[in-house]
Structure formats: C-alpha cells, structure tokens
Nanobody, 114 residues
C-alpha cells in the first residue's frame, strides 16, 4: 500500500503563498485521481482540490483561482500551490486518493495569520 507524506506547511501572512508537497512511497502513476483535503478541528474534512491521471483538475469553490494542484508521476509527488492565502485557509492539509480511502497521514499544518 502506498504511504503518503505531506510537507510544506507553515505560518504565513494573509495574501502570502505556500507550496505543499505529498510524497508517495510508491508509484502513483496508476492512481487515477489524487486529492488534497483539509480539516479544521471540530469540523469535517473537506476536499480542496483533485487532479486526475490525465491532468484534469477540480477545486472547491472556496479556493478556485487561488490554489493549483499538480502531480509529477515521475517523482511520485502531488503538489498544492496556494496563493492569496486567507485566514480561513488555516487547517491541517492532507493528501489521499480521490475518493479518499485507507488511512490518513499526519498532514501538514497551514496557519494564515498576521
């Protein structure tokens, strides 16, 4: 089973940018869709962005125009470029297949605050 490790989070001011990475322990080339999700304590985990093996992308309305998801099958890595960050983007960010299945990694904390 492929293990996924998220990284790249941190503290950033509103309007700033971060790039998250999701490194897989094995090949993701055969995985049709990969997604980024986020969760705020006390709330349900929500899908943020999805990228298919053919490169099609879908985004939650709240991040459209600000976030960009991409995947590099050669590096077995999925990325999330986050621009124009807002305080409401503060959450723990996770990656997983889409639809999600199996366990979740530790995620990476993103905090947007001045």
């Amino acid at each position: 089973q492929v293990q996924l490790v998220e990284s790249g989070g941190g503290l950033v001011q509103p309007g700033g940018s971060l790039r998250l990475s999701c490194a897989a322990s094995g090949s993701i080339a055969s995985i049709n869709s990969m997604g980024w999700y986020r969760q705020v304590p006390g709330k349900q985990r929500e899908m943020v962005a999805v990228v298919s093996s053919r490169g099609s992308r879908n985004y939650a309305d709240s991040v459209k125009g600000r976030f960009t998801i991409s995947r590099d099958n050669d590096k077995n890595t999925v990325y999330l470029q986050m621009n124009s960050l807002k305080p409401e983007d503060t959450a723990i960010y996770y990656c997983n297949r889409f639809p999600a299945r199996g366990g979740w990694g530790q995620g990476t904390q993103v905090t947007v605050s001045s």
